[in-house]
């Protein structure tokens, strides 16, 4: 079992979910190592939590980041991931979305991996928008296995916007795929996909796309969540109280894709509009 000696690694911890997820993290008293492009938010927080927490100010993206992360690990095993790192559709070129949330994901499943405490859980952040997508590219998707295969998705990726869906798609692929691997070291792996939330990535997306105004109204709880209604569900995931859970998504939405489900078998998808 994991102790909470063992480090809990948050990425995209300046922002959104996984500031909400760095926050509880500290507030049950996990040592944190806090990954972001950008330190702000996180040096306020890091001073209250009494040497636990260390920032990490590095590019995801970078090819050396698996090195920079090992070695603030300083031999340290990874007690939880929570993977929040990540580029929406109106943030980015479908290149540098696939590149971010793609090749990137890859690199640190590779590198976090070998390093995993037993009953460890890394937590990596899908989109409900994956779910949306459905199955019919799984084929193509399921073959990148590795960074360099990422840029085979480029044909299929003709924006911005499938660019994301396919990237997180890819994501969920990549949890069933490393169920077993993390399994071996008594690790386990879980994708997350949130619906539309209250985040500066959400709200920006929610300017630049009306109809995601109209999934909102559409859904059972028809608001959008707060970042820490998704950070309780991610920190859940790396608790022992989930520890028969692998190699699976867990959808938090809404009941968002339960109504898009529905409406799609009744091949009603009208209130949708365009
Ligand atoms: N907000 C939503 O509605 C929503 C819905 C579904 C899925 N998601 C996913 O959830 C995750 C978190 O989203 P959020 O809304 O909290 O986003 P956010 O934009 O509020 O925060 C993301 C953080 O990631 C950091 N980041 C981006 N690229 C990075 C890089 N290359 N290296 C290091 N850090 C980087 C940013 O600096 C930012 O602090 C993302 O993967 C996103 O795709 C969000």
């Not at 300083?74 to 479908?94: D, E, V, W």
């Not at 937590?123 to 990422?150: C, Y």
Request: net charge negative; glycine share 10%; charged share 20%.
């Amino acid at each position: 079992m994991t102790d909470l000696k063992d480090v809990a690694i948050v990425t995209g911890a300046a922002s959104g979910m996984g500031e909400a997820a760095a926050r509880l993290l500290m507030d049950d008293g996990w040592p944190v190592l806090l990954c972001d492009l950008k330190t702000g938010p996180l040096n306020h927080d890091t001073k209250n939590a009494g040497g636990l927490a260390e920032v990490l100010t590095a590019d995801i993206s970078d090819p050396d980041f698996g090195q920079t992360l090992l070695a603030a690990l300083s031999g340290r095993r990874i007690g939880a991931l929570i993977h929040c790192a990540g580029l929406s559709p109106t943030m980015a070129t479908p290149e540098h979305i696939l590149e971010v949330n793609l090749a990137a994901t890859i690199r640190l499943v590779n590198t976090v991996r070998p390093h995993m405490a037993a009953g460890g859980c890394a937590v990596l952040f899908s989109s409900s928008g994956a779910h949306i997508l459905g199955s019919s590219l799984d084929e193509q998707i399921n073959r990148v296995r590795t960074p360099e295969a990422v840029s085979s998705l480029h044909a299929l990726a003709t924006d911005s916007g499938s660019a994301y869906t396919i990237s997180k798609r890819a994501v969920m692929l990549l949890v069933e795929r490393e169920a077993r691997a993390f399994g071996t070291s008594g690790a386990r792996i879980v994708s997350l996909s949130p619906g539309i939330i209250d985040t500066p990535m959400g709200r920006k997306e929610m300017e630049q796309q009306p109809i995601m105004h109209k999934m909102v109204e559409m859904t059972p709880l028809p608001r959008t969540a707060r970042p820490e209604e998704i950070a309780a569900v991610a920190v859940f995931l790396c608790s022992p109280a989930a520890s028969f859970i692998t190699g699976t998504d867990i959808l938090v939405d809404g009941g968002k894709i339960a109504v898009l489900v529905g409406a799609a078998r009744q091949d009603d998808l009208s209130g949708l509009g365009e």
